[in-house]
């Protein structure tokens, strides 16, 4: 997960949100009830490819940038908030004072998130590194719990998961889904499990599949009394 690709994403939806909110264009650019009203200082500016323009800056340093381009002088609005940027065209005076009014309940918002995608990635890498303790722990754990027992086994891995295979008397094999999650809470019941597994499958000519049920229209309910 790229958090600056999450966090762009979210300002662009915010600008559509902006843009959809402001789609007249009545108003006139007035630079001094921007700094007076709105509270932003300005200056020009000339690093966009589009042209001249100006960039706009409040007391916290959030950003947004107004640009003429084309023989149409369509405007272009971008605004940046700490590393991330977004922009949309064509735009409207209306749509630069809503960008204007919104840019540090945007920043809050954007911050918030940042902090959220943070705690999630590490909480997502402090969960790989105990899984992968877990996942060497089953390891050592089942050679030493079927060393002494009748079965051959291997084992699969998987993200979540590791899958234990069983090879029962009778040839069959056994597959056992050991989630890092519960691992301890079925510990105690997987070799119980093979056990009874075998004596079953030895002892009936039945061959049985166990699986979740599924909504199937040839269910058929007994009356009850």
Not at 48 to 73: D, M
Not at 202 to 208: D, L, P, Q, S, V
């Amino acid at each position: 997960m790229d958090i600056n690709d999450v966090l762009k994403d979210f300002l662009d939806e915010v600008i559509v949100i902006f843009d959809e909110e402001t789609r007249e264009n009545k108003s006139v650019l007035d630079l001094s009830y921007i700094k007076s009203v709105k509270g932003f200082e300005y200056t020009e500016f000339t690093d966009s490819c589009y042209g001249p323009g100006y960039c706009f800056t409040n007391s916290n340093g959030h950003k947004c940038f107004l640009c003429f381009y084309g023989k149409e002088r369509t405007i272009l609005i971008r605004i940046d908030i700490d590393d991330i940027s977004s922009y949309y065209r064509p735009g409207t005076i209306e749509s630069l004072y809503r960008c204007l009014d919104g840019l540090d309940i945007i920043a809050d918002e954007l911050s918030k998130l940042k902090s959220d995608l943070i705690k999630q990635k590490n909480d997502l890498i402090k969960q790989k590194k105990q899984d992968e303790i877990v996942k060497n722990s089953i390891d050592v754990w089942l050679k030493i719990l079927l060393s002494n027992q009748p079965y051959s086994y291997y084992t699969t891995k998987r993200e979540n998961k590791t899958t234990l295979s069983v090879r029962l008397k009778n040839r069959t094999q056994l597959d056992i889904p050991i989630y890092y999650k519960s691992f301890q809470k079925i510990k105690p019941e997987i070799l119980n499990l093979i056990q009874q597994i075998d004596k079953i499958d030895r002892e009936t000519k039945i061959r049985m599949l166990i699986s979740n049920t599924v909504d199937n229209k040839q269910w058929i309910t007994p009356n009850s009394k």
